[in-house]
Nanobody, 121 residues
Framework: QLVESGGGSVQTGDSLSLTCTAS????????LGWFRQAPGKEREFVAA???????YHADSVKDRFIISRDNIKNTLHLQMSSLKPEDTAVYFC?????????????????WGQGTQVTVAS
């Protein structure tokens, strides 16, 4: 099970940190990802970190968002800064193993329920 926390409403330019806590399994061998979905849009890739700690960020968030993982605490984090109104979405964390394509939502087999991030202009 994955549970996201840390969402909220902020102003443009603010920072926000999301946490995803895993239970029922250890995450050490999993690729972990963050996705987001805005109203009326498809779920889109935000960032991922694999089991070797290689990190990948979407171009739209590069240099503003940082993904990290803590295998001891079984958590995944997304540090977001310089937030923009277009970052407004429900943010989901996801986990999967032996991924062929970490940017595709269908590669992941476990999802959290999502947490809302709203950035006001």
């Amino acid at each position: 099970q994955l549970v996201e926390s840390g969402g909220g409403s902020v102003q443009t330019g603010d920072s926000l940190s999301l946490t995803c806590t895993a239970s029922g399994r250890t995450i050490g061998t999993y690729t972990l990802g963050w996705f987001r979905q805005a109203p009326g849009k498809e779920r889109e890739f935000v960032a991922a970190v694999d089991w070797e700690y290689n990190k990948y960020h979407a171009d739209s968030v590069k240099d503003r968002f940082i993904i990290s993982r803590d295998n001891i605490k079984n958590t995944l984090h997304l540090q977001m800064s310089s937030l923009k109104p277009e970052d407004t979405a429900v943010y989901f964390c996801a986990a999967g193993q032996f991924l062929l394509e970490f940017r595709q939502p269908t590669s992941y087999d476990t999802w959290g329920q999502g947490t809302q991030v709203t950035v006001a202009s």
